[in-house]
């Protein structure tokens, strides 16, 4: 059992060493398309709010929205605000949600998907059964 | 009207008046089949069988309709209750820690380091850095593409705002 | 509206030596992509250019990085906001 809790602890300490390498990243949460956190890491610069499901939630509706623009599936949702920029990505059924300042690299936090993808096929595994339960 | 050789699929309504054959929507071939199997029964079942069909096509266009619509004022957002999402999240992260992990699993967040060793360190660092071509081609092509960009304007076609054409 | 930064871009892959070429704003959203630059790397680009402007604050002109590898260079150079990359084989001094 000590080596399964690490397994978290792990993913957690990754997803800190990555918010440490991106400048201005604040947290990184991996969700259900309620907003249910699955997995994150947040320095204390985030802003509590964008860590709540309500907020996180509002991009399963966009996505769901976005795609009936034409333009086929929507794959991710980049919303900038003055002091902030959250940046989200459809990998159903998790949510991938960046929050950063909004002077942070957005073509960064666009190419993190690709370094991320492995663990998310790990942790959709985890979540797929516990959703069809 | 009330022939029993019906019209062709593919023939549409000549004279442009749509009649009780014309289709909302191409049909299938199993309804079709359908209407053109009742049509020899007699008057009276055919239509009542033949309004079924028509009003599952309606409504069928209707639902289709709905789906790709967007409205925004009619969009239910599901809050998760605090009891829902406390379960939930533990749920989660039990099921996480409870993943069989292998040291491979593991090991794979740790990527390997990027740097090698290079032979001959010092050919490579003592070498030319960059030819005076190189560095002024790139000078030219970054400031041809900075002007490129100050050339992007936004032209005013369309209204961004239309009416649909309801009489 | 792209077309002037397209003809800069193709202009650009004609040149002897160049085997790709990209561009991108400063939040590292590609503008533009030819050849072997791949479109997704727009964001580390980006960032290169940043950091390299952040070692001389009060330079006048930007700095130009020079990635040097065994199948080529990576030239990158920004000017006002716009980030330009060119994939080259080195040529001659």
């Given at each position: 059992m000590v080596e399964a809790f690490n397994y978290s602890q792990e993913l957690k300490q990754y997803l800190h060493r990555i918010i440490r390498r991106v400048d201005g990243l604040y947290a990184i949460i991996v969700s259900d398309r309620d907003g249910v956190p699955v997995i994150r890491a947040a320095t204390e610069?985030?802003?509590?709010?964008?860590?709540?499901?309500?907020?996180?939630?509002?991009?399963?509706?966009?996505?769901?929205?976005?795609?009936?623009?034409?333009?086929?599936?929507?794959?991710?949702?980049?919303?900038?605000?003055?002091?902030?920029?959250?940046?989200?990505?459809?990998?159903?059924?998790?949510?991938?949600?960046?929050?950063?300042?909004?002077?942070?690299?957005?073509?960064?936090?666009?190419?993190?998907?690709?370094?991320?993808?492995?663990?998310?096929?790990?942790?959709?595994?985890?979540?797929?059964?516990?959703?069809?339960? | 009207m009330g022939c029993c050789c019906s019209s062709e699929d593919e023939?549409?309504?000549?004279?442009?008046?749509?009649?009780?054959?014309?289709?909302?929507?191409?049909?299938?071939?199993?309804?079709?089949?359908?209407?053109?199997?009742?049509?020899?029964y007699g008057s009276v079942p055919s239509s009542i069988a033949q309004q079924a069909d028509e009003q599952s096509a309606l409504s069928r266009i209707l639902m289709q309709t709905a789906n790709n619509v967007i409205d925004v004022s009619a969009i239910e957002t599901h809050m998760v209750e605090q009891h829902e999402y406390i379960d939930r999240a533990t749920q989660y992260s039990s099921r996480l820690t409870s993943i069989c992990h292998s040291a491979s699993v593991l090991n794979k967040l740790h990527r390997p380091a990027l740097l090698v060793d290079v032979p001959a360190l010092d050919r490579v660092l003592s070498a030319e850095p960059i030819s005076a071509s190189d560095l002024q081609f790139i000078r030219n092509t970054s400031d041809h593409a900075a002007a490129a960009m100050r050339k992007v304007v936004v032209t005013h076609k369309e209204d961004l705002v239309v009416n649909f054409g309801i009489p | 509206m792209e077309e002037a930064?397209?003809?800069?871009?193709?202009?650009?892959?004609?040149?002897?030596?160049?085997?790709?070429v990209l561009c991108t704003d400063k939040l590292g959203l590609c503008l533009g992509a030819r050849g072997n630059a791949p479109a997704h790397s727009s964001g580390l680009i980006a960032t290169l250019a940043n950091h390299a402007k952040a070692l001389e604050a009060n330079a006048e002109a930007p700095p130009i990085v020079c990635l040097e590898s065994d199948s080529g260079n990576i030239l990158i150079r920004a000017k006002d906001g716009i980030t330009t990359a060119i994939y080259k084989v080195p040529s001659g001094p």
């Open positions: 610069n985030v802003p509590e709010l964008a860590l709540r499901p309500g907020f996180l939630a509002t991009f399963s509706t966009g996505t769901d929205q976005a795609s009936k623009l034409g333009l086929s599936r929507n794959k991710a949702i980049v919303s900038m605000y003055t002091s902030y920029q959250v940046v989200q990505l459809s990998k159903l059924p998790l949510i991938l949600s960046f929050v950063a300042s909004s002077q942070a690299n957005t073509g960064v936090l666009l190419g993190l998907e690709n370094e991320l993808s492995d663990l998310l096929k790990d942790i959709k595994a985890a979540v797929d059964i516990t959703v069809s339960q | 023939k549409l309504s000549q004279d442009g008046d749509p009649d009780e054959r014309t289709r909302l929507i191409l049909p299938n071939p199993v309804s079709n089949s359908q209407v053109n199997h009742s049509d020899s | 930064l397209d003809k800069v871009l193709d202009d650009t892959m004609n040149m002897p030596g160049v085997t790709g």
